[in-house]
């Protein structure tokens, strides 16, 4: 049983920043990638950001050049730092995990969510 759990939503004014933050416990053998998706109301999920086992990191190009993904050192936590946030930016932002549990079996996982309001 793998769980992720999301912290740091909340409300901000336009121009302000967040950092997100997200723990990842349960039984890994080896994770994959860790990343971000966000859906605001009437849309679909979408990516984020990503940091693959490796280290490189991947962004929708709408959060470029604003919003930083990092993890922990042990790859149990992962991080978004979004600076120069604009309502657009407003969703339900969802930590990701792709990991295998055993040598053979990997899987998908998904925290909760955490709301990220930007309104003046």
Excluded at 74 to 83: C, D, H, I, R, S
Aim: charged letters at 15%.
């Amino acid at each position: 049983q793998v769980h992720l759990a999301e912290s740091g939503g909340g409300l901000v004014r336009p121009g302000g920043s967040l950092t997100l933050s997200c723990t990842v416990s349960g039984s890994i053998f080896s994770m994959v990638s860790l990343g971000w998706y966000r859906q605001a109301p009437g849309n679909q999920r979408e990516l984020v950001a990503t940091i693959n086992n490796g280290g490189a990191t991947n962004y929708a190009d709408s959060v470029k050049g604003r919003f930083t993904i990092s993890r922990a050192d042990t790859k149990e936590a992962v991080y978004l730092q979004m600076n120069s946030l604009n309502p657009e930016d407003t969703a339900v932002y969802y930590c990701y995990a792709a990991a295998y549990t055993t040598p053979r079996t990997w899987d998908n996982y998904w925290g909760q969510g955490t709301q990220v309001t930007v309104a003046s």
